[in-house]
């Protein structure tokens, strides 16, 4: 059992940063490839980054490519989003994953464990 909780939202003006952290319950936490999804108001929730249990490997929606980072530090069983560049269609919930062997890491159902969610909010 995994229990994941995210924090570090909140509103930024476009431009600006902010960085997520995950911090999870257990601990097997460095065996689990770990990802960050996100669903704005009216739209189903997507993908946006990805890392492997090792962190060797990371993954990004194009969205985000360039601008977003996904980093973990097993020792501390966090995985963190860096955020720059925020654009309001950035705008959404942000939800940290836990899944023991993703096939193919953009997709949910690949994860068994979830965060309750952070509201990340940039103003134009």
């Known amino acids: 059992q995994v229990q994941l909780v995210e924090s570090g939202g909140g509103l930024v ?6 960085r997520l952290s995950c911090a999870a319950s257990g601990r097997t936490f460095s065996s689990y490839a770990m990802g960050w999804f996100r669903q704005a108001p009216g739209k189903e929730r997507e993908f946006v980054a990805a890392i492997s249990w090792s962190g060797g490997s990371t993954y990004y929606a194009d969205s985000v490519k360039g601008r977003f980072t996904i980093s973990r530090d097993n020792a501390k069983n ?12 950035d705008t959404a919930v942000y939800y940290c994953a836990a899944g023991l062997s993703p096939r193919f890491f953009p997709n949910e159902y690949e994860y068994d464990y979830w965060g309750q969610g952070t509201q990340v909010t940039v103003s134009s």
């Open 13 to 18: 003006q476009a431009g600006g940063s902010l």
């Open 78 to 89: 966090t995985v963190y989003l860096q955020m720059n560049s925020l654009k309001p269609e």
